[in-house]
């Protein structure tokens, strides 16, 4: 499941399990009680930890375009109003809070980190309550020392970091990771507030593909492929590719080599190169990312003049897709549009 994904819901799940079996409970009715009290003190604690990254945020000048807190989510719209729905992202479930920082502001990064170090922040403060009376207050205090602890220690799982992790890059001015995050903020931006940076895809493009670890390498694929397609400008994304050792790209994990390839062959197509990829290289591969998957097939039926039955997929999967407004979708309608419709 997705939600495993969050070390946030990972490690809380733990707590409400280990806070449960220290409970004792001594019948059913008592025993759901007690679930009741501790999923209400989870859901406030990941609720102050994701309203600490948006003060964070707001307070130096950053606008909020989305909060999600387990079933809630509050986001703009297309009318740039705040509205309150449901979530039905499972990969959000455990809290997420989106807020629009411009990555040519001269203080972008001490933007960033208000925004991460808020959360932490927040979920420090409220652990104060373990010293309060009362029961409630007590566990309140103790999932938010859980929350402050597993956020602000810095680690980094395959790409999968923690607050602490983005503070510490930041602070210490890593040049690639600072390049990655501003990247990933661009990509799942809403359409209103996207701002393709040219100045940014030419510094992704200056650095050398082959030193980027496998989880940065899928990111800045994606971020210069869209990026072209978005601005027209295909200097970038011919300097990056040109550079990539194909050859090196079975020494990483298959699930990020795929999705590497799948980016790889969708550039070169727009390049007007010589595919490097085939049909074989994709089949052994995961299908994680559907969308990348039927962009391959379009692109390699096409080059080889087949049937286009998977383009006519692709492409009518794409127009039949209307909830996705972040800006790499709206440029995936784009490359469409422009490469691909005709043939549909």
């Not at 703009?76 to 502001?105: K, V």
């Not at 979920?123 to 103790?142: C, R």
């Not at 799942?188 to 493009?205: G, K, R, T």
């Not at 972040?326 to 691909?340: R, S």
Request: hydrophobic fraction near 45%.
């Amino acid at each position: 499941m997705k939600i495993l994904k969050s070390p946030i819901m990972v490690f809380s799940f733990i707590c409400i399990i280990l806070i449960s079996i220290s409970i004792s409970p001594l019948n059913i009715a008592e025993a759901s009680e007690n679930i009741l009290w501790l999923a209400i003190c989870l859901f406030l604690t990941l609720l102050i930890h994701e309203l600490g990254h948006m003060i964070g945020g707001i307070l130096t000048g950053s606008s909020l375009l989305q909060l999600t807190v387990g079933p809630f989510v509050v986001q703009r719209n297309h009318s740039w109003r705040l509205r309150m729905g449901f979530n039905n992202q499972w990969s959000h479930i455990g809290g997420i809070t989106m807020l629009q920082i411009d990555s040519r502001n001269e203080k972008f990064s001490q933007k960033t980190i208000a925004t991460f170090l808020g959360g932490p922040l927040a979920s420090f403060i409220f652990s104060m309550f373990i010293f309060a009376d009362g029961e409630f207050l007590y566990y309140l205090g103790v999932f938010n020392l859980f929350i402050f602890v597993v956020t602000i220690v810095p680690y980094n799982f395959s790409g999968l970091f923690s607050d602490g992790f983005v503070i510490i890059k930041f602070l210490t001015k890593d040049t690639s990771f600072i390049t990655y995050h501003k990247m990933s903020k661009i990509l799942v931006a809403p359409e209103q507030a996207v701002q393709w940076d040219c100045s940014l895809l030419e510094e992704s493009a200056s650095i050398d593909p082959n030193t980027l670890s496998a989880s940065k390498l899928p990111l800045y694929m994606m971020f210069l492929f869209y990026g072209t397609v978005a601005v027209g400008d295909k200097r970038y994304l011919r300097k990056f590719i040109h550079r990539i050792k194909t050859n090196e790209l079975e020494k990483i994990n298959k699930v990020y080599r795929i999705n590497v390839m799948h980016f790889y062959l969708a550039s070169q197509f727009i390049l007007g190169e010589e595919l490097t990829f085939d049909e074989n290289d994709f089949k052994e591969g995961p299908t994680i990312d559907v969308v990348s998957k039927l962009r391959t097939m379009s692109i390699l039926e096409q080059v080889k003049g087949k049937q286009i039955n998977n383009t006519k997929t692709y492409v009518d999967y794409i127009k039949k897709n209307h909830t996705n407004r972040y800006a790499f979708w709206n440029a995936e309608k784009v490359f469409v549009k422009q490469y691909l419709s005709q043939h549909a």
